[in-house]
């Protein structure tokens, strides 16, 4: 539980840090490695960069704590949290592909976005079905 919590909060709070406080590299550079995922989809809004950094941060807060606490209530907000975030997003990708990445960055961007859904669906299932208070085993 608390290896794919500390998963999931690694991968929020890095994308939301890299949004809030350098949203042109971002938006040019995202992912990383020479790649160049969202310049593609329209043109550069330091504003929607820099809120969609926010909400990538908040919800990496949320799952810091549930993977510090490992309170069960938190645990599963926490969860809720990456998949209501997680789904439409993946949706989005899904419905949209885009025209400028190639089939193996859209496979990479819509399989790590699927990924991190899944995570969040089977963990919060493993919490609702296990006893008591603490979202143990970790």
């Known amino acids: 539980m608390r290896v ?16 809030t406080l350098d949203s042109r590299g971002f938006y040019e550079g995202f992912p990383g490695g020479g790649r160049q995922w969202v310049e593609g989809d329209g043109p550069y809004n330091a504003h929607l960069v820099g809120d969609a950094g926010a909400g990538f941060l908040a919800v990496g807060a949320v799952l810091v704590l549930a993977a510090v606490w490992m309170d069960r209530r938190v645990v599963q907000a926490a969860l809720a949290a990456t998949a209501v975030h997680g789904v439409p997003h993946l949706l989005f990708h899904l419905r949209h592909p885009s025209d400028v990445l190639s089939g193996a960055d859209r496979l990479m961007s819509n399989g790590a976005l699927a990924f991190g859904v899944a995570i969040a669906v089977v963990l919060l299932v493993a919490v609702a079905r296990g006893p008591g208070d603490e979202a143990r085993p970790s």
Do not use: E, K, T
Request: without cysteine; charged residues 0%; neutral net charge.
């Open 4 to 19: 794919g919590l500390v998963y999931l909060a690694v991968s929020f709070v890095a994308v939301g840090l890299w949004a």
